[in-house]
């Protein structure tokens, strides 16, 4: 017999949809890698819903190979314009840049523009400025313009990452992508520039309370006083219910994230809000880690779902602690609160799905992008799976020592 797939028929549907949707823009490899699955299960997954068999004799990753390293080529190509150690700004104080500068510059263009006829010495006079300065201005007219040539660059790199990551990113987590490119610049250069050219990451909107507690139900106790710390992966686990407005209904939406790696174990979405949901999203989670999770502490708001015989038994099943925070408190669940506006700032700021197949495509993508590539501050700026990752080598090396 064979042995049942660790992926739900929902997340199979969800993966295939997310191939479809890029066209052709990205190879099977790139979307399995965010998706955390093997390339040739995705190909064979899009190949059963499509219907069509394999074809013989053609290198399965061929053009999937070549379009991946023209891309790396391009993006290490990137990584080496010119941004050399001295690309940061100049120490407060420093010869370039002083309170007044702009004023200065103007009165040196008015001297060069105007030294033939009246001569350099009378002008300086009478504008109270000092002709060496006006010389030293001269002799840094080239530094000056390499300087510009190079925030340019700059600020051309940085309008890339933004658009990349669909204009969510602000200047911390464009720093960090700069310098995970290999560049040297310092965080304050980043964000005046995009000051400066008015470049703006996505703000958070005021959110609406979705908990609704069923007073009748025991809840359980709460084991995380509001310390979202882990010291290890499945240590800890929070989850949460949030909706998206789909033309005139809705669509709910439950996570189960590792409150060390914070990434989204386990996901559900549908167009109700009963205890199903909340048990879907915890039995992905559980096959995400393999099946064995006894021990771990689940926390929760005390909504309805979380209080459900049906929840209650689920956890059980599979060795999960339940905690639970206080009623009305988005403190106590603050983790996951936090996640969900990240969700909401970034996949619906000014837009309305008008289908549900459109809503569950764009939030599915978006989670697949959170955990395989979107820098996390609480992470020192790695993703939760680039954090997961090294977690498991620092384990091995510690037992090999």
């Known amino acids: 017999m064979a042995r049942p797939s660790k992926y739900s028929p929902e997340f199979r549907s969800d993966a295939i949809a997310l191939w479809r949707a890029s066209a052709g823009r990205r190879t099977f490899r790139d979307v399995a890698a965010d998706l955390n699955v093997n390339p040739e299960t995705l190909r064979t997954w899009v190949r059963d819903a499509d219907g069509r068999p394999a ?225 879907d999203a915890l039995q992905a989670a559980v096959a995400t880690r393999g099946g064995n999770v006894t021990g771990v502490i689940f926390h929760a708001d005390r909504g309805s779902q979380y209080t459900s015989t049906a929840f209650a038994q689920v956890c059980d099943r599979y060795g999960v602690r339940r905690s639970m925070g206080k009623v009305g408190s988005s403190y106590d669940n603050a983790l996951a609160e936090s996640f969900w506006q990240g969700l909401k700032r970034e996949t619906m700021h000014t837009k309305l799905f008008p289908t549900m197949s459109q809503a569950r495509l764009e939030i599915f993508a978006w989670l697949t992008y959170y955990n395989a590539r979107r820098r996390h501050s609480a992470l020192s700026y790695l993703s939760p799976m680039e954090f997961e990752q090294q977690h498991h080598r620092t384990a091995k090396l510690s037992l090999a020592a």
């Open 55 to 279: 074809a013989a004799g053609v290198p399965a990753d061929a053009a999937d190979e070549l379009v991946r390293l023209r891309a790396e080529n391009a993006r290490l190509a990137k990584a080496e314009k010119g941004m050399a150690a001295r690309a940061g700004d100049p120490a407060p104080g420093s010869g370039v840049f002083r309170p007044g500068d702009e004023v200065k510059t103007a009165a040196w263009d008015f001297i060069s523009a105007h030294a033939e006829r009246f001569g350099i010495k009378r002008i300086c006079q009478v504008l109270e400025v000092s002709r060496s300065g006006y010389y030293r201005w001269i002799a840094g007219t080239k530094a000056r313009a390499a300087r510009q040539a190079e925030e340019d660059a700059l600020v051309e790199e940085i309008r890339e990452i933004h658009a990349e990551h669909r204009g969510n990113y602000g200047a911390l987590r464009i720093h960090a992508e700069l310098r995970g490119f290999g560049h040297t610049v310092n965080r304050k250069r980043v964000a005046r520039l995009m000051r400066k050219h008015h470049i703006v990451g996505r703000h958070l909107r005021r959110k609406r309370r979705t908990t609704i507690p069923d007073r009748l139900s025991p809840p359980a106790p709460d084991l995380l006083q509001r310390d979202f710390t882990a010291r290890a992966l499945d240590e800890k686990w929070c989850g949460d219910i949030t909706y998206v407005q789909v033309g005139a209904t809705w669509l709910y939406l439950a996570c189960v994230l590792d409150i060390r790696s914070r990434r989204v174990l386990g996901w559900s979405m549908a167009p109700h809000m009963r205890a199903e949901l909340v048990i």
